[in-house]
């Protein structure tokens, strides 16, 4: 593939700052583009009189491509103030750079796709193909009418009694050039992109005529696409149902003015321009833009989200002939940004643009994706505190086990609309979505239409459901009820799933990427049903968990400083390395989900960094651990114990298989109070355990806070890790000594 120039225009705000985090996406995948990096906005107006100095246009002139960051635009009287002194004799006139290159270079698409990528609710995809070059932003705009124009305007009644040099005007400008190449761009999209409709957004209710003769062209175009349905809709109800609707919406074309509103609208529709991309194109030049502008306030303070310098970027790569790299960086964000746990603060993370775009790019090169599912227990029993959810508890157990862990679980009465929102948010974001309880057949059982309903699928009657409910019913002497009809509803387009202890079926459906599931609430109908899903597995998860995961438990160091220590190990390592905590008295465990070939070389890193404190690398306590050793060894423990009372002597009595042995290893465990005493809950306690065989003595140390009465579990697990300690050999610490 041959080498692709593309001219990088930072620009203002955080236009630096969101390219900075971003455009290492593209060496990342590896791609022949070489980034020259070029001078635009208000600085070069400030210093220079134009915000697009001539070398820019010359590095623009020699590119294939144009990347904006943003570019600030403020109003005249503030632009002419900022203005170098030197400058302002000349009395340049400021004119947005974006507004230039489109009209220089004649840039007449600009293309806005709007996707649902935060997941949740209804799937939705579509565009805002915006005319670039005329309409509003023609420039023909006076601040009042010009003179040749009033004899037009002043029969208005307003413009009669203001008189000319009081009334303003501004032209509509379409053009038959202008119309038709825009709208053909938009039929092309929606042909070359897939998507289902055209609309075009103009005002035929007011603008009678203008409107009018778009509709000609419009209908004349869209004669050479005869397979794309198409539509002319007012702008404003476009807004209302937009806001409502996104689903139903292709693409939509709109003059200049109508397109940068709804493109902004889009962006709110997707969660904030924070996501949005855009797209300059013209016959003979481009650039390509984040939607959200320079914002002043934010810049410099590492919080704007990168997602949208993402997909503009994306755009980009597709415009260059590299479609499929494309598709991974949507892919990517789209991951990451239904995730939230790498985010910025826009949608609800903390992640700075950094870290959110490290997310991104970590994403495109195909980190092994761990799947999450969602769990929803239904019932007003649940709520009422009559009957422990068991089924939620046992569900996550069950999808833990098969590699798919529960992100979140909620609990919800029989009420529809409650539980339709609550599937509703979790389709699209986790991998599976395990809906359980009220299928009955009385009408307090509602999960069927609220399922159906969050799905946006109508309810349909399956005969076979039926017939199963009737041969169960049947075979068990029951009268069959009208009522028992519900029972074999399901959501159009279903798998049904067979309940073999009961009457009511349960269904699965694919949905935006999720598997939803849906079961009867009794456990032992539920849980076998799941079992079976499982065990046939679902069609968008690894065969097994492409994720391992690095255990380690430790004492003696506080979970702050031991995640100090594994943060940095972990940015060190260079690996995508989730790590997670788990403080549980006395122990701190350290969990690194990491791709299978990054384990050895992260436990390799985690146990030098860490000699001092690590327990086990197994969900097992010290105790346990040694009881285990004792009995391979076929040894006894004789204690001098003035510590723990006899707590540790009796823990491990009940952890041990054997009883007798033939060996005896001594060990004497004792604790000095350093600052505080054993009854108040201050100062720390120097632990030490000597442990002595045949040949060799040795003492182990640790220094633990004072926790009052609480610390005797400390001490317990203390002293079983030093004989631990002692019996593996595993001498590598500071806090012990040789005899
Ligand atoms: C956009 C912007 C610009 C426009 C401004 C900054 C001139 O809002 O790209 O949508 O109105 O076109
Ligand atoms: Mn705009």
Not at 40 to 49: A, H, N, P, Q, V
Not at 306 to 318: K, N, Q, V
Not at 387 to 408: C, F, K, Q, T, Y
Request: hydrophobic content about 40%; proline content about 6%.
């Amino acid at each position: 593939m041959n080498l692709k120039t593309v001219a990088v225009l930072p620009g203002d705000g955080i236009g630096p700052e969101v390219l900075d985090a971003a455009l290492p996406v593209i060496e990342a995948l590896g791609l022949p583009v070489d980034l020259e990096f070029g001078d635009i906005g208000w600085e070069c107006w400030r210093t220079e009189g134009t915000p697009v100095p001539d070398r820019t246009w010359d590095l623009i002139g020699r590119s294939d491509a144009v990347l904006l960051g943003a570019t600030t635009t403020k109003p005249r009287r503030e632009a002419l103030a900022e203005l170098a002194p030197e400058l302002r004799g000349q009395a340049p006139q400021y004119v947005s750079p974006i507004i230039q290159l489109r009209q220089r270079l004649d840039l007449f698409a600009n293309l806005r796709p709007v996707e649902n990528y935060l997941g949740g609710g209804t799937p939705y995809r579509f565009c805002v193909v915006r005319e670039n070059t005329e309409g509003l932003y023609a420039g023909l705009d006076w601040d009042h009418v010009p003179d040749g124009m009033w004899p037009l305007v002043a029969d208005h009644p307003n413009a009669c009694r203001s008189g000319r040099p009081g009334s303003t005007a501004s032209i509509r400008l379409q053009t038959a050039h202008g119309l038709d190449r825009i709208l053909r761009f938009a039929f092309d999209t929606a042909r070359d992109h897939g998507y289902g409709r055209v609309t075009l957004a103009d005002k035929p209710n007011v603008l009678r005529q203008s409107s009018a003769y778009v509709l000609g062209r419009l209908e004349a175009i869209a004669a050479d696409y005869p397979e794309i349905p198409f539509e002319v809709l007012n702008v404003d109800a476009v807004a209302l149902w937009m806001a409502r609707r996104p689903e139903q919406f292709g693409v939509i074309v709109a003059e200049n003015m109508f397109g940068d509103i709804l493109s902004d609208l889009g962006g709110g529709v997707m969660g904030g321009l924070g996501l949005a991309p855009s797209a300059n194109i013209g016959e003979h030049g481009n650039y390509f833009e984040p939607v959200h502008g320079s914002a002043p306030s934010m810049a410099g303070r590492g919080r704007a989200n990168p997602a949208a310098a993402f997909l503009t970027i994306g755009l980009m790569l597709e415009h260059l002939g590299f479609a499929d790299e494309a598709g991974s960086i949507q892919d990517a964000v789209r991951h990451v940004t239904r995730r939230r746990d790498r985010v910025t603060y826009d949608l609800g993370g903390t992640a700075t643009t950094g870290e959110a775009a490290q997310a991104v790019i970590d994403a495109c090169r195909e980190v092994p994706h761990t799947p999450t599912a969602a769990v929803i227990t239904i019932g007003d029993e649940l709520l009422r505190g009559d009957l422990e959810d068991s089924n939620a508890g046992n569900a996550s157990r069950m999808l833990g086990e098969r590699g798919i862990p529960v992100r979140v679980r909620h609990t919800i009465g029989d009420d529809e609309a409650t539980i339709a929102d609550a599937v509703r948010a979790c389709i699209g974001r986790d991998d599976v979505v395990v809906v359980m309880g009220g299928l009955g057949p009385t009408s307090d059982d509602v999960t069927r239409s609220a399922v159906a309903r969050a799905l946006g699928r109508p309810l349909e009657h399956w005969e076979e459901a039926w017939q199963g409910v009737v041969e169960r019913l049947t075979r068990f002497g029951v009268a069959i009820h009208d009522d028992n009809r519900r029972q074999a509803l399901f959501a159009e387009g279903a798998d049904l799933l067979p309940n073999p202890h009961g009457t009511a079926w349960g269904c699965r459906t694919e949905a935006q990427g999720s598997t939803v599931i849906m079961l009867p609430g009794p456990p032992r109908e539920c849980l076998p049903m799941l079992e079976m899903v499982l065990r046939d597995g679902l069609p968008h998860l690894p065969k097994r968990p492409e994720v391992t995961t690095v255990f380690r438990r430790t004492l003696g160091i506080i979970e702050a400083d031991a995640a100090a220590l594994v943060d940095q190990l972990v940015a060190d390592s260079g690996a995508p390395v989730r790590p997670a905590y788990r403080w549980h008295y006395p122990y701190v465990d350290i969990r690194l989900g990491c791709p299978p070939e990054a384990a050895d070389e992260l436990a390799k890193r985690l146990d030098t960094a860490l000699a001092d404190h690590i327990v086990t690398g197994r969900d097992r306590t010290a105790v346990q651990e040694l009881a285990t050793l004792l009995d391979q060894h076929g040894l006894v423990l004789d204690l001098d114990d003035r510590l723990t009372g006899d707590v540790f002597a009796t823990e491990l009595a009940r952890e041990r298989d054997i009883t007798d042995g033939t060996a005896t290893l001594h060990a004497t465990v004792s604790g000095t109070w350093q600052t505080g005493d054993r009854t108040t809950y201050t100062g720390t306690v120097a632990l030490t355990c000597t442990v002595r065989d045949k040949t060799d003595e040795r003492t182990y140390r640790l220094t633990v806070p004072n926790r009052g009465p609480e610390v005797t579990t400390c001490f317990t697990q203390f002293a079983a890790w030093s004989v631990a300690r002692h019996l593996t050999g595993r001498h590598h610490t500071r806090t012990e000594e040789p005899a």
